[in-house]
């Protein structure tokens, strides 16, 4: 069972495409994208891991994705990574930026070298926009479109010693998010932000006050899916705030 299969036949000539995916919440959770009729592409640096993503996926579904190796962190290659997706899939329907890291701890800042800073923002913050400024403009113009945000809370405090870095890198993404909010309040395309301010985890690795990486994918897909709100942040602190998106999105 590939989450979100019951999203069924409603979505059968689109296509999503998830900026990010092969890492820790990434791997199931994003593929709760994937329906029957339903296509998915996912852009990853690393070939071996989009490899490792087609060997997961059941072989019913197999067909309804599509891996592109590309980085998306400068505008070059954003712009290419964007011509060979649309090469490879025609139309784009569906954005869901998903960048950065699950976790950094490399110390407090007085430990920390600039070029440590800049590693940091260039993951979280810097190809979040790269990629926002080639994709944003296949779907925004358009009212069945969405660009979807994944961000994190980190962005809002301190999480534990040491994570400094992750806090400057999130917090710029939530300001980035509210800025596209801002500047583009009228596009027709629905444009949102999940929040998750917990852990994100696989069922065997769970603990208290994380959440479960397939319940998020289902979230997000529900929310993609459903199109009925724009220029919302969607905060998910608990287990039961993923129904609030669900529901949001089916609302
Ligand atoms: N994990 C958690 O527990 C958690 C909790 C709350 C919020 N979040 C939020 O979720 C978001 C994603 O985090 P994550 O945990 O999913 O991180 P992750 O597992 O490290 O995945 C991040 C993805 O970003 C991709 N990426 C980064 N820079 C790229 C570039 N230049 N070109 C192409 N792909 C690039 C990576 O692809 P490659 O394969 O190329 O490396 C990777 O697939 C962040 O905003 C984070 O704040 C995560």
């Known amino acids: 069972g590939i989450p979100g299969s019951e999203l069924g036949s409603s979505c059968k000539s689109s296509i999503r495409h998830i900026i990010g995916c092969t890492h820790s919440i990434p791997i199931d959770s994003r593929l709760g994208l994937l329906c029957p009729g339903f296509r ?3 852009i990853s640096r690393d070939g071996n891991r989009l490899e490792k ?3 997961f996926i059941s072989p019913s579904t197999k067909d309804n994705l599509y891996t592109l190796v590309g980085d998306v ?9 964007k011509n060979n997706l649309l090469k490879s899939v025609g139309k784009v329907t569906d954005i869901v930026s998903s960048l950065g890291f699950s976790w950094w701890q490399g110390g407090p800042p007085h430990t920390q070298p600039l070029k440590e800073l800049h590693r940091v923002l260039e ?8 990629s926002w400024k080639a994709f944003f403009p296949l779907v925004k113009d358009s009212p069945s479109g969405t660009y979807t945000f994944i961000t994190g809370g980190a962005g809002e ?3 534990m010693p040491g994570t400094g ?3 400057l890198g ?3 993404t939530l300001a980035f998010c509210q800025v596209v909010r801002e500047e583009y309040p009228e596009v027709p395309c629905k444009l949102n932000e999940v929040k998750v301010n917990t852990g994100v985890a696989t069922p065997d690795r769970m603990g208290p006050g994380y959440i479960n990486h397939l319940d998020l994918g289902e979230a997000v897909a529900s929310l993609v899916e459903k199109r009925n709100s724009s220029h919302k942040v969607f905060s998910v602190n608990t287990p039961a705030d ?3 998106v669900i529901l949001e999105g089916k609302a």
């Open 73 to 81: 962190g400068t505008e070059e290659g954003a712009e290419t990574a």
């Open 123 to 130: 993951t979280l913050v810097l190809s979040t926009f790269t």
């Open 165 to 167: 870095f992750l806090t």
């Open 40 to 42: 998915v592409a996912v």
């Open 157 to 159: 405090r301190l999480l």
């Open 242 to 244: 993923l129904k609030t």
């Open 53 to 55: 993503l087609k060997n």
């Open 170 to 172: 999130a917090a710029a």
